[in-house]
């Protein structure tokens, strides 16, 4: 039950939602949406497959800003000495972040993240952070702004069910290249309070190119880093993921 959930998640949705840029004239007060799904298959020597899909969405209207978005990847590949399928990924995202901005470029936030990955053994994590944020650079091509506050994580990895506080700090960065191409990267570190060996890092870049007016060709890395994974699992796990979208 628990996979086929799984299954129906990474057909409709994927991470990676990508970060829009400042208010525009022609987009304020609007839902700006997008979904995106890839698909990478192999056959012949190797047997594999690779599922990718996303939705995200946000406004900015007034003082208030508001994104949200939901991923999942599914994997498998096969082995050809005894026929075994063996998943090689399965991760469920989702994150909501809210922001009201006290003058042009300073705001405060409240964001919550939802994570489940198989694969790396964690069952879920949730991350509850509120904040404040500043805008160095906010214009309808460009923006760059960093974000600090307090967390809190409940997690269960490998059965261990625990939650505790941690530090957040994030910076993310948008570079509208022309009417029809677009990059972006983010950062974020979170280092539990109490144990600062016991850190998380998340990170993307990536880049998009319209091909229609409704559709576009969208390729990033994530990198997650976990400095104490479960036991028997690595602490790194990085993606890189192509995919079409479809803007709504």
């Given at each position: 039950?628990?996979?086929?959930?799984?299954v129906?998640?990474?057909?409709?949705?994927?991470?990676g939602?990508?970060?829009?840029?400042?208010?525009?004239?022609?987009?304020?007060?609007?839902?700006?949406?997008?979904?995106?799904?890839?698909?990478?298959?192999?056959?012949?020597?190797?047997?594999?497959?690779?599922?990718t899909g996303?939705?995200?969405?946000?406004k900015?209207?007034?003082?208030?800003?508001?994104?949200?978005?939901?991923?999942?990847t599914?994997?498998?590949s096969?082995?050809q000495d005894?026929?075994?399928t063996?998943?090689?990924?399965?991760?469920?995202?989702a994150?909501?972040?809210?922001?009201?901005?006290?003058?042009?470029?300073?705001f405060?936030?409240?964001?919550?993240?939802a994570?489940?990955?198989?694969?790396?053994?964690?069952?879920?994590?949730?991350?509850?952070?509120?904040?404040?944020g500043?805008?160095?650079?906010?214009?309808?091509r460009?923006?760059?702004?960093?974000?600090?506050?307090?967390?809190?994580?409940?997690?269960?990895?490998?059965?261990?069910?625990?939650?505790?506080?941690?530090l957040?700090?994030?910076?993310?960065?948008?570079?509208?290249?022309?009417?029809?191409?677009?990059?972006?990267?983010?950062?974020?570190?979170?280092p539990?309070?109490d144990?600062?060996n016991?850190?998380?890092?998340?990170a993307?870049?990536?880049?998009?190119s319209?091909?229609?007016?409704?559709?576009?060709?969208?390729?990033?890395?994530?990198?997650t880093?976990d400095?104490?994974?479960?036991?028997?699992r690595r602490?790194?796990?990085?993606?890189?993921?192509?995919a079409?979208?479809?803007?709504?």
């Amino acid at each position: 039950m628990k996979r086929n959930i799984h299954v129906i998640a990474f057909a409709t949705i994927l991470a990676g939602a990508l970060p829009l840029l400042a208010a525009d004239p022609e987009t304020e007060g609007k839902w700006i949406s997008s979904a995106a799904l890839g698909l990478t298959l192999t056959r012949g020597n190797s047997e594999t497959a690779l599922a990718t899909g996303n939705v995200a969405t946000s406004k900015k209207w007034d003082q208030n800003e508001i994104s949200l978005g939901a991923s999942a990847t599914y994997g498998e590949s096969k082995n050809q000495d005894d026929g075994k399928t063996e998943k090689t990924t399965e991760t469920v995202h989702a994150f909501g972040q809210y922001n009201r901005l006290f003058n042009d470029r300073l705001f405060g936030y409240g964001r919550i993240d939802a994570l489940h990955d198989d694969v790396a053994d964690i069952y879920y994590r949730f991350t509850f952070s509120p904040g404040v944020g500043y805008y160095f650079i906010k214009n309808p091509r460009m923006d760059l702004s960093a974000e600090v506050g307090p967390a809190f994580i409940y997690e269960n990895v490998a059965g261990d069910e625990r939650g505790y506080f941690t530090l957040r700090v994030a910076e993310r960065f948008n570079y509208k290249i022309n009417d029809r191409a677009r990059i972006w990267q983010s950062a974020e570190f979170l280092p539990q309070v109490d144990d600062w060996n016991n850190y998380i890092i998340n990170a993307e870049l990536g880049i998009e190119s319209d091909l229609t007016e409704k559709l576009s060709l969208r390729s990033f890395v994530q990198d997650t880093y976990d400095n104490e994974p479960a036991p028997g699992r690595r602490s790194n796990d990085v993606k890189w993921v192509t995919a079409i979208a479809y803007k709504f």
